[in-house]
Every structure is written in structure tokens, then in C-alpha cells.
């Protein structure tokens, strides 16, 4: 691939998180005041204050029993994963989109302590960029229009991803969404859903390095 395709592809790929990030930080004051107001709301996906917690209990049991059938699984199939400093090569010699952070989530893990709400945003926006490349990889269709829920919908209906896989996907993308609208994310619970998503970055690693022959 030519240099400057390469350089225009990662452009396409960070303008906006750090669009997002950038008016986060600046607007910082005035987005609090907002969310003050919505404090006691129920937030998109059905989360309130009262039941975030419990959304983060489910998905962290959730979590260890997809790595555990994981472990089971890598022992049968010895299959060995790219390192993180070639997935972003390995993901546009794939004609996929490049991720974000390179696949690495301490980029956005060391915004937790500025602020959980920008750190989640962030994963939120690095787990869409690898459910739409999921999409491509297995040929399922989807258009721009989709959100992430409808994504993993597909994805499941055609097998890309199993039971499992989709309903930690959909925790995590829930709970990362009702920190953005709102709810009020203590640095604790923010390390706790990095923790609980990284089994699912581990088997994307996995996907990418079997199976797909490079452009």
C-alpha cells in the first residue's frame, strides 16, 4: 500500500476521537452542568444510577466465562495472536479500517484519572470501529446508518460472533454509552469495564490473525 494512502487512512480514523476528545476538554464546565441536570434520569439502554452497578456485575461474570471458554479453546488450536504493534498494519493490509489506539487500551485506560466519561467515550468509539470491521471481514452486511446494537445484531444473526460475545458486546457498549449521556462513572467502574473489555480485544486480535488473506 502506498504511503499515502496509508497516511490518509489513519487521518480518517483519528480526526474524530480526537475531535470528540478535544471538545470534551473544552466544553468540559458547561457538559457537568448538563449532566447534573440528567443525574437521576434512566439512561439509553434502560441503565439508571441504581442499576449501572449491576450492568457491570453481569458483564464482568460474563467477561471470565468467555475467557475461560477462550483458554479451553487457544489450548485445542495453539493458534498465535499478532503482536499490538502490527494490527494496525495487519488491519489495513486486510482493507480494514485502522484502530484508533492500535488496538492498545491504555491509550484511552490513562484518561481515566482526567476523566472516566472521555476515557469510555473512547473505547465506545474503538469497539464500533472493530464491530464494522467484523462486518467487513465476514461479509455481513451493513450501512452507515447502523449503530454498534445493530451491528452486533447482524453479526450474530449470521454467526460472525456467538451468544456470548454479542451480549458482552452489548454491556459494554451500554454501559460506555450511558457515561457519555450522563451517568456519573466513579474511576473505579471505568478501569472495571477496560478490564471486562479487553477479553473481547483479545479475541479480535485472535480474528485477525487467522484466517484472512491481505489485499
Given at each position: 500500500?502506498?504511503?499515502?494512502?496509508?497516511?490518509?487512512?489513519?487521518?480518517?480514523?483519528?480526526?474524530?476521537?480526537?475531535?470528540?476528545?478535544?471538545?470534551?476538554?473544552?466544553?468540559?464546565?458547561?457538559?457537568?452542568?448538563?449532566?447534573?441536570?440528567?443525574?437521576?434520569?434512566?439512561?439509553?439502554?434502560?441503565?439508571?444510577?441504581?442499576?449501572?452497578?449491576?450492568?457491570?456485575?453481569?458483564a464482568?461474570?460474563?467477561?471470565?466465562?468467555?475467557?475461560?471458554?477462550?483458554?479451553?479453546?487457544?489450548?485445542?488450536?495453539?493458534?498465535?495472536?499478532?503482536p499490538?504493534?502490527?494490527?494496525?498494519?495487519?488491519?489495513?493490509?486486510?482493507?480494514?479500517?485502522?484502530?484508533?489506539?492500535?488496538?492498545?487500551?491504555?491509550?484511552?485506560?490513562n484518561?481515566?484519572?482526567?476523566d472516566?466519561?472521555?476515557?469510555?467515550?473512547?473505547?465506545?468509539?474503538?469497539?464500533?470501529?472493530?464491530?464494522?470491521?467484523?462486518?467487513?471481514?465476514?461479509?455481513?452486511a451493513?450501512n452507515?446508518?447502523?449503530?454498534?446494537?445493530?451491528?452486533?445484531?447482524?453479526?450474530?444473526?449470521?454467526?460472525?460472533?456467538?451468544?456470548?460475545?454479542?451480549?458482552?458486546?452489548?454491556?459494554?457498549?451500554?454501559?460506555?454509552?450511558?457515561?457519555?449521556?450522563?451517568?456519573?462513572?466513579?474511576?473505579?467502574?471505568?478501569?472495571?469495564?477496560?478490564?471486562?473489555?479487553?477479553?473481547?480485544?483479545?479475541?479480535?486480535?485472535?480474528?485477525?490473525?487467522?484466517?484472512?488473506?491481505?489485499?
Open positions: 500500500m502506498e504511503i499515502s494512502k496509508l497516511i490518509l487512512e489513519y487521518i480518517k480514523v483519528f480526526i474524530w476521537p480526537i475531535t470528540i476528545i478535544s471538545l470534551t476538554l473544552l466544553f468540559k464546565n458547561e457538559i457537568i452542568c448538563l449532566l447534573r441536570k440528567v443525574k437521576k434520569a434512566d439512561l439509553p439502554g434502560g441503565i439508571s444510577i441504581e442499576t449501572f452497578p449491576e450492568e457491570i456485575k453481569e464482568r461474570n460474563l467477561s471470565k466465562e468467555i475467557k475461560e471458554e477462550e483458554k479451553k479453546k487457544n489450548k485445542l488450536e495453539k493458534t498465535p495472536a499478532i499490538l504493534t502490527e494490527a494496525n498494519a495487519r488491519m489495513l493490509n486486510l482493507g480494514l479500517s485502522p484502530s484508533p489506539s492500535g488496538l492498545e487500551l491504555s491509550y484511552y485506560r484518561l481515566i484519572e482526567q472516566p466519561t472521555i476515557a469510555l467515550a473512547g473505547l465506545r468509539i474503538e469497539f464500533e470501529t472493530m464491530l464494522k470491521n467484523l462486518a467487513k471481514g465476514f461479509n455481513v451493513i452507515g446508518h447502523d449503530g454498534a446494537g445493530i451491528i452486533v445484531r447482524k453479526l450474530k444473526e449470521q454467526s460472525a460472533i456467538t451468544s456470548r460475545q454479542a451480549e458482552l458486546l452489548n454491556h459494554i457498549i451500554k454501559l460506555c454509552n450511558a457515561a457519555v449521556h450522563g451517568l456519573k462513572v466513579s474511576t473505579s467502574q471505568a478501569e472495571e469495564i477496560f478490564d471486562i473489555a479487553e477479553v473481547l480485544r483479545d479475541q479480535y486480535i485472535s480474528w485477525l490473525s487467522w484466517g484472512f488473506k491481505d489485499k
